[in-house]
């Protein structure tokens, strides 16, 4: 199973007071030397952690893949096209919100919003591109990316992450990961990950990658980025 770390917060306690430091691609770099098997760094509108030279720089210094967290915008298209990663993850975004609250209706997309998600499959397939789309786990969304030809989703595990009783989430998750799995879709999560919770959702042989972040930056206080990097992956290979 592999890990993606996402250094997104690396970004915001930098933005917090300006400046330089601490500088997100060093963060990259560490995650690179401890193991993880991908970088994962949410570009989002309002720039409030990673900026648009991080990505660049990313991709100028970082010899893993990166998978480009960002709405399915035209703006965020332009972008993802200049940039070149190797994944990019849509993913729905609310100004007001903290962090992302859910995932990506597609199901009940406007048409409007459906024209703009098509373009921004072909042409990222024509960059040689792979698109990913972060959903909650339910048929109706994985039958949704089906119809639309998607082969990778990230399943959201927020929800399984925030309640004291996990079992029926974890069933859900399972269940979704298994349908997307028989449909012939590489199924990625993530999501509130952490130590002790992320055990039984790398136990779920279908899931081939997970994305963490939030909580490896915060644990690096403690234990450095680099322990805890090492830790996470030796739990999920576990």
């Given at each position: 199973?592999?890990?993606?770390?996402?250094?997104?917060?690396?970004a915001?306690?930098?933005?917090?007071?300006?400046?330089i430091?601490?500088?997100?691609?060093?963060?990259a770099?560490i995650?690179c030397?401890?193991?993880?098997d991908?970088i994962t760094a949410?570009l989002?509108?309002d720039?409030?952690?990673?900026?648009?030279?991080?990505?660049?720089?990313?991709k100028?210094?970082?010899?893993?893949p990166?998978?480009?967290e960002?709405a399915?915008t035209?703006e965020?298209l332009?972008?993802?096209?200049e940039?070149?990663?190797?994944?990019?993850?849509?993913?729905p975004?609310?100004?007001?919100e903290i962090?992302?609250?859910?995932?990506?209706?597609i199901?009940?997309?406007?048409?409007?919003?459906?024209?703009?998600l098509?373009?921004?499959?072909?042409?990222?397939k024509s960059?040689?591109i792979?698109v990913?789309?972060?959903?909650?786990?339910?048929?109706?969304?994985i039958?949704?990316?089906?119809?639309?030809g998607i082969n990778?989703?990230?399943?959201?595990?927020?929800?399984?992450?925030?309640?004291?009783?996990?079992?029926?989430?974890?069933?859900?998750?399972?269940?979704?990961?298994k349908?997307?799995?028989?449909?012939?879709?590489?199924?990625?999560?993530g999501?509130?990950?952490?130590f002790?919770n992320?055990?039984?959702?790398?136990?779920?042989?279908?899931?081939s990658?997970l994305?963490?972040?939030?909580f490896l930056?915060?644990?690096?206080?403690?234990?450095?980025?680099?322990?805890?990097?090492?830790?996470?992956?030796?739990?999920?290979?576990?």
């Amino acid at each position: 199973m592999r890990l993606g770390v996402n250094i997104d917060h690396v970004a915001t306690i930098r933005n917090a007071r300006g400046g330089i430091h601490p500088d997100p691609i060093r963060a990259a770099e560490i995650a690179c030397l401890s193991g993880a098997d991908g970088i994962t760094a949410h570009l989002r509108e309002d720039r409030r952690h990673i900026s648009d030279i991080d990505i660049k720089n990313i991709k100028n210094n970082i010899d893993l893949p990166l998978n480009l967290e960002m709405a399915p915008t035209l703006e965020m298209l332009d972008i993802a096209l200049e940039a070149k990663p190797e994944r990019v993850c849509l993913v729905p975004e609310k100004r007001r919100e903290i962090t992302t609250e859910g995932g990506l209706e597609i199901s009940k997309i406007s048409n409007e919003k459906l024209l703009v998600l098509e373009k921004i499959l072909l042409e990222c397939k024509s960059n040689d591109i792979d698109v990913s789309l972060f959903i909650d786990p339910s048929y109706e969304q994985i039958n949704a990316a089906i119809k639309l030809g998607i082969n990778i989703i990230e399943l959201h595990t927020g929800l399984y992450s925030n309640l004291k009783n996990k079992n029926e989430e974890l069933k859900r998750i399972e269940t979704a990961a298994k349908y997307a799995y028989e449909n012939n879709i590489e199924i990625h999560a993530g999501h509130g990950l952490n130590f002790n919770n992320v055990k039984s959702i790398a136990n779920i042989s279908f899931i081939s990658e997970l994305n963490i972040g939030h909580f490896l930056i915060g644990e690096a206080i403690f234990m450095s980025l680099e322990e805890a990097i090492k830790k996470m992956k030796k739990i999920i290979n576990s």
